[in-house]
């Protein structure tokens, strides 16, 4: 099945500084890559996600890049804001009928 | 429209004793899934359903039992708790396989 690395498991980060998460999977029939955000205490919420016909998608600070030679995908945020403080989980499936598996969740802390 | 929706939301049980926990689902989805969230090891699914009578096993499927008799409700039991089931367990539900997953808010579970 789908293997999900993801890295680093900690992020310390000014105010107004850059994030970058990195998540690697094994099952190179995987096509959907989404990533969700996880507030202390709250539900996990998708942010973005991005399929294998494409290599990279915005959503105002937040990006997706995906390069499926290497099976890495990177979540990149800029201009953190404090609010953007939480734990973020990559995840991977091949598609219909397949699990999603997650990787083992980044926990950012943006420092104001 | 309340989306998804656990009970309990929280419980405490000692070895050996049996519960159910509930999740409910107003948005008609196909698909539904139970997770369990531990520290350090991200969102692990336990059992999902494609549809109304189906069920399958994820990767952490041991000493959990599933139904989903009702297309809206997906139920998870644990016959004989154990201290090892102490976790916060999500359910979610999708649209499609490959779609946005819809949490539930939690349940967290403490098996003394």
């Known amino acids: 099945g789908e293997n999900v690395e993801q890295h680093p498991s900690t992020l310390s980060v000014q105010e107004g500084d850059s994030a970058v998460i990195k998540c690697t999977y094994s099952?190179?029939?995987?096509?959907?890559f989404p990533w969700y955000k996880q507030e202390l205490g709250k539900r996990p919420q998708l942010i973005i996600d991005i399929r294998s016909n494409v290599g990279e998608k915005k959503d105002q600070r937040i990006a997706v890049t995906l390069n499926k030679t290497a099976k890495h995908f990177s979540l990149h945020i800029t201009e953190t804001q404090p609010e953007d403080s939480a734990v973020y989980f990559c995840a991977a499936t091949p598609g219909a009928g397949n699990m999603l598996t997650f990787g083992g969740g980044t926990r950012l802390m943006v420092k104001p | 429209n309340a989306g998804v929706t656990q009970t309990p939301k929280f419980r405490v049980l000692k070895t050996g004793q049996s519960m159910t926990l509930l999740c409910a689902q107003d948005m008609n989805h196909e698909y539904m899934y139970w997770y369990r969230q531990d520290p350090g090891m991200g969102l692990r699914l336990i059992h999902y359903?494609?549809?109304?009578?189906?069920?399958a096993k994820g990767e952490v499927p041991d000493g959990y039992n599933v139904s989903r008799l009702k297309k809206q409700n997906f139920l998870l039991g644990l016959e004989s708790a154990a201290p090892s089931q102490t976790s916060v367990y999500f359910c979610?539900?999708?649209?499609?396989?490959?779609?946005?997953?819809?949490f539930g808010e939690g349940s967290r579970l403490t098996v003394l």
């Open positions: 359903s494609v549809g109304e009578g189906t069920t």
């Open positions: 979610a539900s999708s649209g499609l396989a490959t779609g946005e997953l819809f």
């Open positions: 099952d190179s029939a995987s096509n959907y």
